[in-house]
């Protein structure tokens, strides 16, 4: 059954500083794979998916992960954190059947 | 917004009654999930639908029911409330399986006395 596990349940960073969120899968299937925020109060918003067109995927609000086959990751990005990225970030997978499976969590902290 | 609606926002209930949520979509899209919210474990798949009366089991519907008898409504149903149900529990939409993203309505937080 397909799966995935986020490394870290909170993360803190300094405001410029690189943000790493971290993302392994588990399928028995080549995967579609996805990220996605979610601010307090709020539904979750698709930050970016990948679909196997590239490894190298970039999404919304200057956020990019790669996708390692290898390493079964998929890793998520920003070069320089700004005080509006603080949110808790989901990793999810969806093989060939109908649903989606989600990670705990991320909740990323942004220190001034 | 994706044209989803979750009602009630808010509900209080006590152990033991029957509770139903409702989803509305004005997308038009085949597949609708209903997942919860809980700390430590994100998201979790309650039940989901993909297509009018057809239904499946998430991996965590025990104690849950649910009903599509039209495209855009989908229901929730707690047969008889438990306080472990008390969560925030999130409707979701999709165009089609695979490499299609999910679409959140804004969530119901659902209190169990």
């Known amino acids: 059954a397909q799966s995935v596990t986020q490394l870290g349940s909170h993360v803190s960073v300094s405001e410029g500083a690189l943000v790493l969120l971290r993302c392994n899968y588990s399928s028995s299937v080549p995967p579609y794979l996805f990220w996605y925020v979610q601010y307090p109060n709020q539904g979750l918003q698709l930050l970016l998916k990948y679909t196997s067109a590239a490894t190298l995927v970039k999404g919304i609000n200057g956020f990019e992960a790669e996708f390692k086959k290898s390493e079964t990751s998929f890793h998520l990005t920003k070069p320089s954190a700004h005080m509006s990225d603080a949110a808790e970030y989901f990793c999810?997978?969806?093989?060939?059947?109908?649903?989606?499976?989600f990670g705990a969590g991320t909740r990323l902290t942004v220190k001034p | 917004d994706a044209g989803i609606t979750q009602s009630p926002r808010h509900k209080v209930t006590e152990t033991g009654t029957p509770v139903t949520l409702r989803c509305h979509q004005t997308?038009?899209?085949?597949?609708m999930y209903w997942y919860r919210q809980d700390p430590g474990h994100g998201l979790r798949l309650i039940h989901y639908?993909?297509?009018?009366?057809?239904?499946d089991k998430g991996e965590v519907s025990d104690g849950y029911s649910v009903s599509r008898s039209k495209t855009e409504d989908f229901l929730l149903t707690l047969e008889s409330a438990t306080s472990s149900q008390t969560s925030v529990y999130f409707c979701a939409i999709r165009r089609d399986a695979n490499n299609s993203p999910l679409h959140f309505g804004n969530g119901t937080r659902l209190t169990v006395t």
């Open positions: 997308e038009n899209h085949r597949y």
């Open positions: 639908s993909y297509g009018v009366k057809d239904t």
């Open positions: 999810a997978v969806s093989d060939q059947a109908n649903d989606m499976r």
